[in-house]
């Protein structure tokens, strides 16, 4: 789905006066006076006025804002938390649950400058008991990397995503780091925090060659599941995201015949958060995940559609995040509501990141025991 933006000089073309104007001028007036409980209709309503499959008329940025809008006012017309609205929008859902953080802690490959192809390396607090205990492990672990990247000379800047941005050039490296701060934060590699990785391989995906070049290899799509069997069986990683590029059907295929049966293999870029492109993916038994980003598709029917969808069908849903982001919460509330288990929403560290775990605690000590954490075994 196309966000709108103004071009020209202002703000560098990223003005978004002409997405405004459309809420206001075409939006507005055939919303207003509309019942804020009809989530469907009202988002039936603005994808008609819209009248693309990319809604590049009044841009996906106006409908989704009006959209999440339209949630968190019959939330409050209903005296509900938004996560309980949710709940009951999203019908056959699994329930309230407290989602397994994918932390980001090492930047690379467009979220970084430097020579790391894998565009994030991120630690997943799967053996705790709560959230809040899941977080607690991840600041840890966080804070101890940052000392050990600072006594090795390694600059602490974070990237877009607030994760470390060091100037490695090989995943092993990377990987290595991690797991030495897990253990010198005194968790178990493995049993108490696993790792995940964002490959994002569309990045570097030319004239059919995965080109790896901080680490000087070029390799074809059987290749590179090699590379990624190899890092699988060598580290606790139990989570690829866009291991393939976006359309490279054979390759995802091959990956998930491959390493399915042991790892989840998330498709973001495959998917877009798209329910008809999803059920292509499960027909070709392609991934066995899907990152839910609610920008991507533009409304919350359409994102509750593709939740719905995976679950169906034996999918994972891990509610993400974008690399340029805001401090709006949403995606904190969607997760709990819909019960789907995981949420990615960046490092340790910026506002805009932090904001949504904030939420969770908060959402968490409000259900008190009435929501279980999503972790190994639960």
Known sequence: ALELRDGGNRYCGRGVQ???AGIERVIAPVLTGKNALEQTSVDAEMI??????????????????????????????????????????????????????????VNGGAHADNGLDIQEFMIRPVGADSFKEALRWGAE?????????????????????????????????????????????????????????????????QEDRYSLTG?????????LVDYFDRLAASYPVDSIEDGMDQNDWAGWKHLTSRLGGRL??????LFVTH????????????????LIKCNQI?????????????????????????SGE??????????VGTGAGQIKTGGLSRSERTVKYNRLLRIEEELGGKASYRGVGK
């Open 264 to 269: 989840q293999l998330v498709g973001d870029d």
């Open 18 to 20: 002409k997405a405004v």
């Open 141 to 205: 672990v966080f804070h101890t990397l940052k000392g050990l990247l600072s006594k090795a000379g390694h600059s602490t800047n974070v990237g877009d995503e607030g994760g470390f941005a060091p100037g490695l050039s090989s995943t092993r490296s990377a990987l290595d780091l991690v797991l030495t701060a897990i253990n010198k934060a005194g968790y178990r590699p493995e049993e108490q925090v696993s790792l995940a990785i964002d490959a994002a391989a569309s990045e570097f995906y």
């Open 275 to 290: 329910a008809q492109t999803l059920m292509q993916g499960i027909e070709q038994q392609a991934a066995n995940a899907i």
């Open 48 to 105: 008609a006025l819209d009248g693309t499959d990319d809604k590049s008329t009044l841009g996906a940025n106006a409908l989704l804002g009006v959209s999440l809008a339209t949630a968190r006012a019959a939330a409050a017309s209903q005296r509900l938390p938004l996560y309980r609205w949710i709940a009951e929008l999203d019908s056959g859902g699994t329930g309230l649950s407290m989602p397994v953080p994918m932390m980001n802690i």
């Open 215 to 223: 680490e000087q290899l070029s390799l074809d799509s059987e290749q």
């Open 298 to 322: 533009g409304t919350l029917t359409e994102t509750l559609k593709a939740i719905q969808v995976a679950r169906k069908n034996g999918f994972g849903q891990v509610i993400s995040h974008r």
């Open 326 to 335: 805001t401090e709006d919460s949403f995606i904190a509330d969607l997760a």
